[in-house]
């Protein structure tokens, strides 16, 4: 078995600033992202950075369906206690490093405290291992996926042009939840700093680029309303697009089991995909760079006060 730690990567000469977590989530299925999750971890590990893909779909493992993929060993045993490390289920595919999801009856959603403890605490000592770590969390707005998704330096939201309206609810939601979980630590800790705004990047799947970026003002228009309503601050940003070239992805996926950026790097959508993973390694904000607490840290510090007050209790 494979283990990160028996062949450690050579570290990557690029300078960069601190070890990053990236999350991708969606508010429903079917709108690409695990196939945006996969080709991102291809894209940023072909640049040369030691890049890590975290499938928390333990019901169904759709990164390792797609890429026909079959490991002994997968999230699943780490929440039933078969191993105890999240290295120990790291494996090399293509040019990055993937924790595999599996078929389960049992939803990353709805971990109760003692998991989400083991697998935060796991996750800190991997991540640090990777310039970059992606967290394919599944669908939808339940509170412990928008928890996992705020402990990202970089949270990604996949949309479409006809989801646009689930996609700013998804925002909004991690918003919401942002604001709740900050104010529910500075009423234990007059002194937490709190976060001022939610900064989400949007990426727009099956649109071309002007109709995406049109779609985007609408967003930003959105954010204005709802911060003068006073629901949430979000600062969305603009990643980018990929078109649709579902005839591609299918070839690429459904007969080669293979990301699109390694069967066909020739497509526009490699093009897309490329010019994001350049975007995201050339003008990432290291938000946590000017705060005491990186967003992972928070959520950490989060679970660990909500078990303190149910024993006060």
């Known amino acids: 078995m494979f283990c990160i730690f028996q062949f450690r990567i050579k ?38 950075f030691r890049t890590l893909l975290i499938d928390t779909d333990i019901n169904t493992g759709d990164v390792s369906i797609k890429l026909k993929l079959a490991y002994p060993l997968t999230l699943l045993d780490f929440f039933q206690k078969t191993v105890d490390d999240l290295s120990q289920l790291a494996q090399k595919v293509h040019s990055f490093y993937l924790v595999p999801g599996a078929g389960g009856h049992f939803e990353f959603a709805n971990l109760y405290y003692q998991q989400k403890m083991k697998f935060i605490r796991s996750f800190r000592r991997i991540a640090q291992e990777f310039d970059f770590t992606i967290l394919d969390l599944g669908a939808g707005i339940e509170r412990t996926t928008l928890d996992f998704a705020l402990t990202a330096d970089l949270p990604v939201i996949i949309t479409t042009p006809e989801d646009i309206q689930t996609g700013y609810g998804c925002a909004k939601a991690a918003a919401v939840r942002m604001r709740e979980l900050d104010r529910n630590m500075r009423r234990k800790q007059p002194d937490y700093p709190l976060r001022e705004e939610f900064s989400p990047w949007f990426v727009f799947n099956k649109a071309a680029d002007n109709l995406a970026r049109g779609i985007f003002r609408g967003v930003e228009k959105a954010a204005e309303v709802t911060a003068a309503r006073r629901e949430a601050q979000i600062v969305p940003r603009y990643l980018g697009s990929l078109p649709e070239e579902h005839h591609v992805i299918e070839k690429a996926y459904f007969r080669q089991h293979l990301p699109v950026t390694v069967a066909y790097p020739r497509q526009k959508f490699c093009a897309q995909m490329r010019l994001m993973s350049r975007k995201i390694t050339g ?16 959520v950490f510090q989060l679970f660990r006060s909500e078990k303190e007050s149910a024993l006060a209790q």
Do not use: C, D, M, W
Not at 283 to 298: A, C, D, G, K, W
């Open 283 to 298: 003008q990432f904000l290291p938000q946590s760079s000017s705060e005491n607490l990186s967003p992972l840290e928070r």
């Open 11 to 48: 570290p990557y000469e690029r300078h960069v600033p601190q070890q990053k977590i990236i999350s991708i989530l969606s508010n429903k299925g079917g709108v690409g992202k695990t196939v945006f999750a996969i080709e991102l971890a291809q894209s940023l590990g072909s640049l040369g």
